[in-house]
């Protein structure tokens, strides 16, 4: 069975400071890796994808994360963290046509 | 490309009435939409799978007769939520696999949905 965690659940960084945002990651085969951005009442955003080839992927928004197979995980980060960028992230590992299985979030806090 | 909406965005209806909640891909055809249900401060858990022209797969726990899922077409899957009390109250969230991309889901804004 797959899973993923995020081992915070809470991150308050201050603004213009650098983040990085945990996943770690429990499948098969080889995953389909997914980091998702939410706002308070908004739907999901899809920041970057990880299916394979180069393991540091660029996302939108300055987002970037490296998959490591070795330690499983597939962590987000960003050089400088704007206020804007205040959310609830979310990783998810999924399988092609099938299911995605979502961490239980971490919630980011920018202080000004 | 590769829209999914949602309609109603928000509704909030009385025990014990029944709600219809739609999921439209508007721009691809998929044969496999997702059912998902988000607490507040929680993640999303999948509830079921639909897919097109056969009875969903519900995920464990989920109660079949309750959240009724119907994908009658490829564009279009609905969520009816029968006899709704309070604890149904939840954020409500579908995501459409288009063809040619089954690596990768799109996700509708989500449902609020509020039972008094």
């Known amino acids: 069975a797959q899973s993923v965690t995020q081992p915070d659940i809470h991150i308050t960084v201050s603004e213009g400071a650098s983040l990085e945002l945990r996943c770690n990651y429990s499948y098969g085969a080889t995953p389909y890796l997914f980091w998702y951005v939410q706002s308070p009442g908004q739907g999901l955003q899809l920041l970057l994808k990880y299916f394979s080839g180069d393991t540091l992927v660029q996302g939108i928004k300055g987002f970037e994360a490296e998959f490591k197979r070795s330690q499983s995980s597939f962590n987000l980060r960003k050089p400088s963290v704007h206020w804007s960028d205040a959310a609830e992230y979310f990783c998810?590992?999924?399988?092609?046509?099938?299911?995605?299985?979502f961490g239980d979030g971490t919630t980011l806090t920018v202080k000004p | 490309g590769a829209v999914v909406s949602q309609h109603p965005s928000w509704v909030i209806c009385k025990s014990g009435t029944s709600v219809k909640i739609e999921c439209r891909s508007l721009d691809f055809q998929a044969t496999t939409m997702f059912w998902y249900r988000q607490f507040p401060k929680q993640s999303l858990m999948l509830m079921a799978t639909?897919?097109?022209?056969?009875?969903?797969?519900?995920e464990q726990g989920v109660e079949k007769d309750k959240f009724l899922i119907n994908h009658a077409s490829l564009t279009l899957s609905t969520l009816t939520v029968t006899s709704a009390h309070p604890e149904d109250s939840s954020f409500y969230i579908c995501?459409?696999?288009?063809?040619?991309?089954?690596?990768?889901?799109?996700f509708g804004p989500g449902t609020r949905l509020t039972v008094t």
């Open positions: 639909s897919n097109e022209g056969s009875k969903a797969t519900y």
């Open positions: 998810a590992v999924g399988a092609y046509a099938g299911k995605s299985t």
């Open positions: 995501s459409a696999i288009p063809p040619l991309a089954g690596y990768e889901q799109y």
